[in-house]
């Protein structure tokens, strides 16, 4: 949670140090959790990230500046930076840190377990990554908004309907 002071206090699981903010980590104006790792927008638009790291999640690129938005699964990260760009960097199992050539400008960001999808400008979306219940298959047609869980994706069409593709196993793609 950002507190009104900007400072970030977080809660839960620890078992990688993923809730133990960083003494010194300053003002935040986003956050992002993913499966072990914990990722933050500073004020000045550098990332800052901690907890487990061992596909290279919480590895920061060196030199990434203007982010305003922040994506975190189970082993990757993914920013959006304020030239509507995006980048991403953790696991390559499946492809989910490959922002594919030509993606153009997003406007939002949406990252699930061991896939990633992209809102782009022209409110299309486009999703990469693990493909093993179809939560990459982003149906044609504009969103305004989209969000990811571990195995489904679901976006807010334009006319303000809900539409979910990829895992239903619980009734969450309904």
Known sequence: MIK????LTCWGANWSGQTSVPAGLGGVRAVAAGDSH???????????????????????????????????????????KSDNS?????????????????????????????HTCALRTDG????????????VSAPA???TTLEAGGYFTCGIRNNGTLTCWGQNQYGQAN
């Open 4 to 7: 009104p002071d900007n400072t």
């Open 38 to 80: 914990t990722c933050v927008v500073k004020l000045d638009g550098t990332v800052a990230c901690w907890g487990n790291g061992f596909s290279g999640q919480t590895s920061v690129p060196a030199g990434l500046s203007g982010v305003i938005a922040l994506g975190a699964g189970n082993e990757h990260t993914c920013a959006m």
């Open 124 to 135: 299309t979306a486009t999703c990469w990554g693990r493909t093993t219940e179809g939560q």
């Open 141 to 143: 047609g504009t969103f």
């Open 86 to 114: 995006m980048v991403c960097w953790g696991s390559q199992q499946f492809g989910q840190s490959s922002v594919p050539a030509g993606l153009g400008s997003v406007s939002a960001i949406a990252v699930g377990g061991s």
